[in-house]
């Protein structure tokens, strides 16, 4: 293309071409070509040399204010302007003009990145699971080996306990109510559904024990001495009927000179603690820890 | 020259303003803007060939451009417009070539 020679001038009279080919389209000077009519006056010689063509452009591109500058001004920044809009409007277009096999591939693509982003959520979703469960799990056990701790605490006698019971007071001004005695009343207490119970200021707990002294009596070494009072938490009617049965501790006491005062209270506190001292032969059998 | 300062005027004036090209015009405006550069070119062959007329260039500058809307516009009615965009862009291109290869031989001789 760039080796044809320039286009003949056209004829200046004739038929217009009937059926104009892509050739011809080609070959077509560009649209500002004048009338054929101005075609023979003004056409140069092929003669013409280089330094007169540049001549001719200078000359023409030479700042004149005439109409034919302002409009080609005009024309040329449109154009100017134009190419700067069309330029940013591609350049923030998105799928708009891809052909059809880019937007297959996008969309595979696209497609595959939502699968993996599905599976990835799914296996997130799992351990989300899996350890709300766990930590559920510990809590749950938690709480089970708290409430655990405090119901063998208020047996062992390492925790103090409140609640309803009574408050037992025993005289004795002969001397005369003895360490079974008192041993019987703990029993009383404890049949009667006592659940912690304390002497004095001694808690009584499993391996409590009770001997004579002189002026009172020892309980698991520390002296005691009357009036006794007993404190024990429980059902505080079933207690109170215990001491009264009919041959029991009340009647006891009084053939042994002493005197019993039951005091039903909404509130006994039992404040004496214990420091369990660890067993020196016996060994929990090891069970296996259940698993859930 | 000053239709060099008129094209730079108006790149300057688009960078600054950056307008969005209107839905209705988008299919229009790259055709446009080619048409337009084919009688740009066209105007510079003209010169160098002396026979430049300005009533004549700015008739062919604002009717390339119309003409060449309305061929992408008539070929999204038929539904070829892409294609008959295509078709548009290739003879207008292969027109400035030409005039471009006018343009360098008057001015090169070569």
């Known amino acids: 293309m760039t080796e044809q020679q ?16 892509l050739f011809e389209a080609l070959q077509a000077p560009g649209p500002t070509d004048p009338d054929p009519a101005d075609d023979s006056a003004e056409k140069p010689g092929p003669a013409e040399t280089p330094q007169r063509a540049w001549h001719r452009l200078l000359r023409a591109g030479a700042p004149r204010l005439t109409r034919a ?11 100017g302007f134009a190419i700067i809009v069309q330029v940013r409007q591609t350049s923030l277009e998105g799928l708009d003009n891809l052909r059809e096999d880019e937007l297959v591939r996008i969309f595979a693509q696209v497609d595959h990145d939502g699968q993996r982003l599905a599976d990835e959520i799914r296996g997130l979703q799992s351990s989300v699971d899996l350890l709300e469960s766990q ?6 056990a938690q709480r089970a ?27 004795d001004p002969d001397s005369k109510v003895d360490a079974p005695t008192i041993l019987d009343t703990v029993q009383e207490l404890r049949d009667a559904g ?26 698991s070494g520390v002296e005691v001495r009357p009036p006794y009072v007993i404190r024990a938490i429980g059902d ?14 009340t009647a006891t006491v009084r053939r042994a000179g ?11 506190t039992i404040d004496a603690l214990l420091t369990p001292t660890p067993p020196q032969y016996a060994r929990p059998v090891p069970t296996p820890t259940p698993t859930p | 020259m000053i239709p060099a300062i008129g094209l730079s005027l108006g790149i300057i004036i688009g960078l600054l303003l950056q307008p969005a090209v209107p839905v209705w015009l988008q299919p229009y405006l790259p055709i446009a803007v080619i048409a337009a550069l084919d009688a740009v ?24 451009v119309v003409v060449a809307a309305f061929i992408v516009f008539l070929g999204d009615k038929l539904g070829v417009g892409s294609q008959l965009s295509t078709g548009v862009v290739v003879v207008l291109g292969v027109r400035i070539f030409s005039n471009v290869a006018a343009i360098r031989r008057h001015l090169f001789d070569a």
């Open chain 1, 135 to 140: 930590s559920t799990n510990d809590a749950e």
């Open chain 2, 41 to 64: 070119f066209g105007a510079v062959r003209a010169i160098l060939d002396g026979i430049f007329d300005d009533k004549v260039f700015v008739v062919s500058f604002l009717s390339n």
């Open chain 1, 258 to 268: 002493g005197d019993t005062d039951v005091q039903i209270q909404q509130e006994v």
């Open chain 1, 236 to 249: 505080a009617n079933t207690l109170a009927g215990a001491m009264e049965i009919p041959g029991g501790v």
């Open chain 1, 69 to 79: 500058n302002v409009l080609a001004m005009v024309l040329a920044g449109a154009l």
């Open chain 1, 194 to 219: 006592a659940e912690a119970i304390q002497i004095g200021d001694v808690r009584v707990v499993a391996d409590t024990w009770f001997a004579d002294t002189d002026r009172g009596m020892s309980v």
């Open chain 1, 6 to 21: 320039p286009p003949p001038p056209r004829p200046t009279s004739g038929p217009p071409q009937p059926s104009p080919l």
């Open chain 1, 145 to 171: 080996a708290r409430e655990r701790l405090e119901a063998l605490g208020i047996l062992a006698g390492t925790l103090p306990a409140t609640g309803p019971g009574i408050v037992l007071t025993i005289s």
